[in-house]
């Protein structure tokens, strides 16, 4: 390695330490988060059918950068904000609240569902596009996601349970390439997103991981 990679990887070593030191993890058995007069069971199924509709009338990404906010709204179901849960990867430290929509104020909190992909529930045809900051605006909630490996786990806490997802590989890609944030009808997966490499500003490249749910994991 030479002197500026090793100084790169210092920095961002640094900068994930401080980061991820309290990360700001929103527990599900707390009030906050989870709120007993909220209606689950109605919420559940709109995000069943959401699920569905996108499988079989497809994903239109025209406006999603424009628009991001996401197509169901919680608070419609008398939950606070957009909050749906939370993101736990073992391998590398992290916990995030994860919210539905990737509005800018989600993103400095934790990390985002982005819309016209599925909602993180489980389920046959289904693939969560969930981004994070990784050094833009000084958020760096993604900065270690390229250290992951094939067969590590992410954990994805809903309203409802924990599902489990293997990471199957990673890649680099373009800001414009939208092909990773697709559905396909015979899998149950998550996809992370985030802007690469680590410089503290936009970059045009994405780095992608790609995790398919644990046999038995979740309903």
């Known amino acids: 390695m030479d002197a500026i990679a090793a100084r790169t990887e210092k920095t961002k070593d640094h900068a994930y330490e401080a980061e991820t030191a309290e990360p700001p993890l929103v527990h599900p058995e707390t009030s906050d988060w989870a709120d007993a007069s909220a209606d689950y069971e109605r919420l559940y199924a709109d995000l069943q059918a959401y699920n569905r509709g996108l499988t079989e009338n497809g994903q239109d990404f025209t406006d ?3 628009h991001p906010e996401f197509e169901i709204r919680l608070s419609a ?3 606070k904000d957009n909050l749906f849960g939370y993101i736990d990867i073992p391998a590398i430290h992290l916990k ?3 919210y539905l929509g990737s509005e800018e104020k989600y993103l400095r909190t934790g990390a985002a569902v982005i819309r016209e992909t599925s909602a993180p529930i489980g389920g046959m045809g289904t693939n969560a596009v969930i981004a994070a900051h990784n050094g833009w605006n000084g ?3 993604f900065i270690k996601c390229e250290a992951l490996r094939e067969n590590d ?3 994805i806490t809903n309203f409802y349970e924990t599902l489990c997802y293997q990471v199957t590989d990673h890649y680099i890609t373009t800001a414009q390439d939208d092909s990773a944030m697709r559905i396909d ?3 149950d997966c ?3 997103i985030t802007c690469y490499p680590y410089t503290g500003r936009q970059t045009e ?3 992608v991981v790609r995790a398919k749910r644990e046999t038995g994991s979740g309903a």
Request: hydrophobic content about 40%; charged content about 20%.
């Open 153 to 155: 786990c992410i954990y």
């Open 185 to 187: 009808k015979t899998s």
């Open 77 to 79: 179901y008398g939950l």
């Open 205 to 207: 490249e994405r780095l």
């Open 96 to 98: 995030l609240p994860l």
């Open 139 to 141: 958020t760096k909630r």
């Open 190 to 192: 998550i996809t992370l």
């Open 64 to 66: 999603q950068w424009v």
